[in-house]
Nanobody, 115 residues
Framework: QVQLVESGGGLVQAGGSLRLSCAAS????????TGWYRQTPGKQRELVAS???????NNANSVKGRFTISRDNAKKTVYLQMNSLKPEDTAVYYC?????????WGQGTQVTVSS
């Protein structure tokens, strides 16, 4: 069982930055594919960025050049650095960790970008 705890969300003006963190429990965190998703009311949860155990990353087109995902396996933490934030980035952001058929989610953290 893996528990994920997100932090770092909040209210920021357009053009500003935030860094989200996702702290994980479990002894094999380094073997998980981890990612950040976001969801707004009435819409499906969408992938923002993901990172493999080897460090390969994948970003949604809407955040390329603005968001960067990274991980620190020693700290069992995944980060999402968000720069040049836009009002349309407003959402609840969720951390996800996948190992074979097991998928785990955090409780989510709200990010609100004001115009």
């Amino acid at each position: 069982q893996v528990q994920l705890v997100e932090s770092g969300g909040g209210l920021v003006q357009a053009g500003g930055s935030l860094r989200l963190s996702c702290a994980a429990s479990g002894s094999i965190f380094s073997q998980y594919v981890t990612g950040w998703y976001r969801q707004t009311p009435g819409k499906q949860r969408e992938l923002v960025a993901s990172i493999t155990p080897g460090g390969s990353t994948n970003n949604a087109n809407s955040v390329k050049g603005r968001f960067t995902i990274s991980r620190d396996n020693a700290k069992k933490t995944v980060y999402l650095q968000m720069n040049s934030l836009k009002p349309e980035d407003t959402a609840v952001y969720y951390c996800n960790a996948v190992f074979f058929t097991h998928s785990y989610w955090g409780q989510g953290t709200q990010v609100t970008v004001s115009s």
